[in-house]
Every structure is written in C-alpha cells, then in structure tokens.
C-alpha cells in the first residue's frame, strides 16, 4: 500500500535481498508477500538470465522489467540472484545482465511502485554493487524452520499429493 509509506514520509523500498540454506522458504515467503499485497508476482531465476549470446541476458531484464512497470503495483522476485551477480567469476557474457539490473533498480523513483526480492544461498558471493542503497540494501536472514515450522511446510506439501490419512507427522 505505497499511498499508507507516502502519506508519512517515509521512502518505499525498492530491494530486498532474501539469504539463507537452501530449503527454508525464501521463494514460498517472497510469494506469501506478494499474496499479501495483494500485487502480481513475477518471478525468474537468475540462471534464466545466463545464455551464451551477449546482451540476451540484458535484454531479458530489461523485459521483465517493462513488464513490471505495465503491472505495477507488483513484485519482482529473482531467485539465484547470485547466477548472474557474484563477485567470483562473473563472465563477460553475464556483466551486461548484471550492469543492466543495477541499472534498472538505480531507475526507480519515490513514485515507483514495484519492489524486488531476490534470493540466495550464498549472500557472501554477491557483487558488492548489488547490496548499495538503494539496490538491495535491506536483508532478510531466512532461517532453517523449527520443529513446527517444519511441520507446516510438510503440510503444505501433503496437501498437494494423495496419501493416506493415518500418517502421523510428528
């Protein structure tokens, strides 16, 4: 709700990076924001991104990014981020993916209404360029679940599958 952020002053923020092992959550929890919000989700690897052709990656963000302006409000979530923006080995076919992303987020303005989340396991690998203000400078540390939160994530699951109804999860 950007009108509820605006009408106190505060700024919207534009990146938020999501970081842990893989397995807790961080793609159900990026989805979870945006049914929450209410906005369309528009998600895509950052292995999508990676093609042997240069600039095909760039022209990739630059269309996922078009069309988030066309539904926006929305959220953008980039899952693998670190495919295309780690600082060990970037290969010059993936620094013009890279170089376009940072541009598109440095083009958002206090009016814009679309927020990227992006995901990793490894949030150390990452391009320092990426977590400036800005960019994805808030953080959010995605733990391994409880005993309970793991119970509710196999529920999740086992409601999409047919099982007898005698199982006992503890």
């Known amino acids: 709700h950007p009108a509820k952020y605006r009408a106190i002053g505060a700024r919207i923020p534009?990146?938020?990076?999501?970081?842990?092992?893989?397995?807790?959550?961080?793609?159900?929890?990026a989805k979870a924001v945006a049914g929450e919000a209410g906005?369309?989700?528009?998600?895509?690897s950052g292995s999508d991104f990676i093609d042997r052709y240069v600039g095909?990656?760039?022209?990739?963000?630059?269309?996922?990014?078009?069309?988030?302006?066309?539904?926006?409000?929305?959220?953008?979530?980039i899952d693998e981020i670190d495919a295309i923006a780690s600082r060990s080995g970037v290969s010059s076919s993936n620094d013009s993916t890279l170089i376009q992303l940072l541009t598109e987020l440095d083009g958002f303005d206090d009016k814009c209404e679309i927020?990227?989340?992006?995901?990793?396991?490894?949030?150390?690998?990452?391009?320092?360029?990426?977590?400036r203000p800005g960019r994805f400078d808030r953080e959010?540390?995605?733990?391994?679940?409880?005993?309970?939160?793991?119970?509710?994530?196999?529920?999740?699951?086992l409601d999409k599958v047919a099982h007898e109804d005698t199982i006992d999860l503890n």
């Open 14 to 29: 534009h990146g938020a990076l999501l970081y842990g092992p893989p397995g807790t959550g961080k793609t159900m929890l």
């Open 39 to 44: 906005v369309p989700f528009l998600s895509i």
């Open 56 to 77: 095909t990656g760039a022209e990739k963000v630059r269309s996922l990014f078009q069309k988030a302006r066309e539904l926006s409000p929305c959220i953008i979530f």
């Open 115 to 131: 927020i990227v989340l992006a995901a990793t396991n490894r949030p150390e690998l990452l391009d320092a360029a990426l977590r």
């Open 140 to 157: 959010v540390p995605v733990e391994l679940p409880d005993l309970e939160g793991r119970m509710q994530i196999l529920r999740h699951y």
